[in-house]
């Protein structure tokens, strides 16, 4: 008998899949999954003991909500996980990830896990405090169109400052480039927006993007603070959802981080594989320590339903031990008729993302700002 | 007019994506990505000048292959890739990752991009030459189930290594967990292969995974290397594709580097959506560095076709300036009957994964890699 349980807790964690085959492929792919996900090794090969009774993944429950759709719930030890993000993940979804028809639902971690992140620094209570903004929902819109200088962009962000959008991103599309480098774009769009605080009295604050080469984000992240930015804007699905969670839980940082969904989209587009919007941009992003997770809003230029959306707020919201609830931040075409839809769906605890639309309101800047804020406060 | 050509090249790179819709629809969309992959502004408010002149993308080719299925080349400005592999997929499939029916087909990147990479330190003649294998193809199996001890994995690699396995991997669960702590682990399995490197005259290697936190991947790296790791195993889709591209660029290290699909399946799980086999697998993974990319072969327990199959192949030996051709691992279930049907598909510049399967043939593990390693031998 191979014997390793005295290393292991007895404690496990769950992964609902959800299976699109019939019920009896179900079953296998299920057994299969335990396996797959776990050992890779053929179950009649595994030494006797500990490693088929403990290591390897165990069907919890299994349910059928059609004949092709199947609710199967597998559980891992957490020691499986190694006290890693990175791991974390690769045992959720490492090789099912390749195999069609399955997809990732929601995860239920306990405390064992959960324990080893600091999860979102701020949550939504910190970003309120950061924001001065109580009960309101907050604004935000992104300096654009690439292409644009340094000068030009932080002129927009001034504008937009001083009519009270609460977070001006980058647009994630700007980098280092060579029409707007990085520190110049930086520290030009920072000092625009304290000017206009000092003007308004509101908090605004200016988010660059920190989707960069995996050995300049961190000194990137520090001269945008030593420079003035009040938070980070990063794309997990191009940097990794572990360096997004290094940046969260850098003490010498401690800025609010908002997720970009760049690159990560093809987990969601097709429904029977991949990871749930909920887990997806709700549950993992969190756990990755973004305060805020972006995401195209139903009815914009993006296909998520209005079922998705909410599915992500809820994802962003449900209890996860010590791990704060974030913010959803719906965009991707929104106007400013959507608010009132927006609000009674999402409630009042979210991020209005608004890019283009900003632009058609009024024929300023700080006009159509104040006017989008205006509109946000009296509802 | 809004003027920075002075700062533009003028050349241009290209990528090729599938559209699956009407052909009106596939238009539509192709314009829409010009715009959605770069400013993300509608093109009525984009400052007149080079923004909507270079900044934007251009439509360089539309073919239709069937009534629903489309294939559009798009151009854009190499700048806009902000000479960094994050941006440069940002640029390819950003946004455009989260709209349905559209597919990143393949690259075709300029020198002026090229040359931002070092691409793979080794590639398939300095992995040959590495291995002492000039002509044959080579041979890879990963010590596992996860839950053994160190000692026992170190005593699989022996075993591996004295039958003339070539490259011996973590299998991909592997990770700093209690039953089996990394540089416990990756000191004893070094050593083992290197003992058997010393009676048999081979030069196995011993190549651990690091699908580690973003901050310990690089001092892993280096723990390993000293210890006498020979390569790593990376898995992107975790780790991001720019650490690789860190890892495989770092001359302290200058060790191989086997990419492993872990958590990147989804990208082409749907047909539709996400990047194709011959992009992700070959080109993309190629370009970040990997000298070798791991893949489920046809006919395995994954579902990947002969054809996609072929097309990863291609990927990873296709022309690409100074980016040195890779090799295909396929595995995800291999036995030994399958080798001659793979020798006479992929050639003999393939490296063999088999994992599982090895532990069938023969009563002993060194007897197993013997007679897989004649057979290649042989063929």
Known sequence: MYTISPKLSG?????????????????????????????????????????????????ESFSSSSDSTHLVTLSYPVENAGFDLVQLLNMIFGNSSIKPGVRVEKLDLPQSILGQ??????????LRERLDAPIRPMLCSAIKPMGMSPK????????????????????????????SPFEERVALCAEAVAKANAQTGYKSIYMPSL??????????AHYAKQNGAGGFLVPPGLVGFDMMRLLAEDDTLALPIMAHPAFIGSFVTSPDNGVSHYALFGQITRLSGADATVFPNWGGRFSFSKEECISIMEGAEVSMGHIKPIFPTPGGGMTIDRIPEMLEVYG???????????????????????????LVEKM
């Open 11 to 59: 404690e496990r964690f769950q992964v609902t899949y959800r299976f699109t085959s019939t019920k009896q492929e179900a079953e296998q792919k299920a057994m299969d999954a335990c396996l797959e996900q776990t050992v890779e090794f053929p179950a009649d090969l595994l030494p006797p003991g500990d490693i088929p009774d403990f290591i390897v993944g165990q069907v």
């Open 348 to 374: 009042r605890d979210l991020i209005f993302l608004m890019g283009g639309g900003l632009h058609r309101i009024k024929p300023t800047l700080v006009e159509s700002s104040q006017y989008f804020r205006d």
């Open 152 to 179: 030009d962009l932080a002129n927009q962000a001034y504008q937009f400052a001083l009519g009270g959008i609460d977070i001006i991103k980058d647009d994630h599309g700007l980098a280092d480039q060579v029409f």
């Open 117 to 126: 992140f600091k999860g979102p620094r701020f949550g939504q209570n910190g």
């Open 211 to 220: 989707g960069a080469r995996a050995d300049q984000i961190q000194e990137k």
